[in-house]
């Protein structure tokens, strides 16, 4: 029983963790998403405003707007906000998931003391549990790599 809480335990401790670090990724994307936006909106709004000893002044705002969305675009690509979020959403469901399966497994042991898990039962949770891990940190290289491999080919 002690194994089957520990998995417990680890899967419960790292959804806290995976979801902060979800959070976190989710607002920098969706920061970086909305002030693209604004700052391509206000390009073609201060290049097309004609006020009288104003337009150089709009030219220069346009001017720095647009340089902004350069770096906006470019921080994006490079630290991949938007793909970190989704593939920790990803495991986060999958942790979830296994979590659940373990919580019907123990619904089907008796109450006895005497009882006794099954060790193949408990080693597919925990195989699961390591192949998660597994997935995350691959997903977690690929998305550190992607900017390099794409520097790399040009």
């Known amino acids: 029983m002690k194994r089957l809480k520990y998995i417990e335990d680890k899967i419960i401790e790292d959804i806290s963790n995976i979801q902060k670090r979800c959070n976190k990724n989710r607002i920098k994307s969706l920061s970086?998403?909305?002030l693209t936006i604004i700052?391509?909106?206000?390009?073609?709004?201060?290049?097309?405003?004609r006020i009288?000893?104003?337009?150089?002044?709009?030219?220069?705002?346009?001017?720095?707007?647009g340089?902004?969305?350069?770096?906006?675009?470019?921080?994006?690509?490079?630290?991949?906000?938007r793909d970190l979020w989704v593939g920790q959403t990803v495991h986060i469901l999958k942790l979830k998931a296994l979590y659940s399966e373990i919580e019907f497994f123990k619904l089907g042991l008796s109450n006895d003391k005497n009882d006794t898990i099954q060790d193949e039962k408990l080693n597919s949770f925990f195989s699961e549990y390591q192949k998660i891990w597994e997935d995350?940190?691959?997903?977690w290289s690929y998305v550190q790599k992607q900017p390099l491999q794409e520097k790399q080919m040009k």
Do not use: H, Q, R
């Open 39 to 49: 700052s391509g909106a206000c390009v073609t709004i201060f290049l097309g405003l």
């Open 32 to 34: 970086i998403g909305l």
């Open 136 to 139: 995350i940190s691959n997903k």
């Open 52 to 65: 009288e000893y104003l337009e150089e002044l709009f030219k220069n705002i346009a001017l720095i707007c």
């Open 67 to 81: 340089v902004l969305v350069t770096a906006l675009n470019s921080i994006e690509k490079y630290f991949n906000y």
